[in-house]
């Protein structure tokens, strides 16, 4: 043998020895695999049903421009693997979505979203019992709509995850493109029914079916003084406008065809109009589903 050659011998053990470490890095390469396997997440689709707050994430001309993303955006950046079906109807209950349900084409989900209940309770529907809800007693209150909205959506896929979202706190509500639209908030019952009556309904209807629940009309964040900055009415002694906190606004009126619009952009809080989120309040909500859909991810 001469200089610089290596014995047979030893290029073997050699040759051993890197296919044994080429092997131990397979081995811990194909570990971590099986460790995270979240790494390459399987796609998974959500369908967000819902009114006015889930619709406008798609419309934000119609807030004014008020608004950048909502809640369904919000969510959806912070999981590459979801795709976002919206399926929020401007104005609508949840009475009309159980009626009308096989219009909607709902699709197959993995994962689907109520948040409805505001509309109800201005419209004064009867909100029932969980007793209706549980009976099957159909579209007569809310709490049968929405057995009836659960039980078609466990026809389109018995293994979906549904998440329930109550209504939040509003105070008086003035449309941004038209005045005349708009509405007391729900520091005052309607019809004989609270709000806070239909959000303890919609928990009580997850707490029965073991779904995931965000409260929002209990999050401290979405109170009623953090809704809005303040409203810009005319004093009634003055006659001069004047900026009014939430309570001192509720028993100042308001002329929507003599006045200016009451929440300039300078009075924006968790909403913009005091009903709908602002960026602020959509994030409130993004924070609130962000832990149930990580739940949902690593299933």
């Known amino acids: 043998m001469t200089n610089g050659q290596i014995a047979p011998a030893v ?33 998974k689709t959500w369908v967000a049903i819902g009114d006015s707050i889930t619709y406008l994430n798609d419309h934000r001309d119609e807030t004014g421009n008020r608004i950048s993303k909502g809640y369904l955006t ?26 009308e349900f096989e219009k909607l084409e709902i699709p197959k989900a993995d994962i689907y979203s109520i948040f409805l209940g505001t509309n109800d309770w201005w419209g004064g529907r009867p909100l029932g019992t969980i007793k209706d809800y549980q009976d099957n007693t159909g579209v007569g209150t809310v709490n049968g709509a929405f057995r009836v909205i659960v039980e078609n959506l466990k026809k389109i896929n018995s293994e979906a995850q549904i998440i329930l979202i109550t209504p939040m706190k509003r105070v008086d509500f003035v449309y941004i493109n038209n005045y005349k639209n708009n509405a007391f908030g729900s520091y005052r019952d309607k019809n004989g029914q ?41 004093n009634p002694v003055t006659k001069e406008y004047k900026k009014y906190r939430y309570p001192d606004f509720i028993d100042i009126p ?31 909500i993004e924070r609130e589903l962000y832990p149930i859909f990580n739940r949902i991810q690593k299933k």
């Open 254 to 284: 308001y002329d929507p065809d003599r006045d200016t619009y009451p929440y300039p952009a300078s009075s924006i809080g968790v909403t913009y109009d005091g009903l709908h989120p602002s960026d602020k309040g959509y994030k409130i």
């Open 74 to 99: 919000l969510v959806q950046e912070k999981f590459d693997n979801l795709q976002v079906i919206n399926k929020g109807y401007n104005g609508w209950t949840a009475v009309r979505i159980a009626t």
């Open 11 to 43: 290029f073997h053990i050699i040759t051993l020895q890197v296919y044994s470490l080429s092997m131990k890095t397979l081995l811990i390469v194909f570990a971590l695999l099986v460790s995270f396997p979240t790494s390459f997440p399987e796609k």
């Open 194 to 234: 609270s709000l806070e009556s239909f959000a303890e309904a919609i928990k009580a209807i997850g707490e029965f079916e073991r779904f995931p629940i965000v409260d929002l009309f209990h999050q401290k964040k979405m109170d009623y003084p953090k809704l809005i900055k303040f409203k810009e009415l005319i």
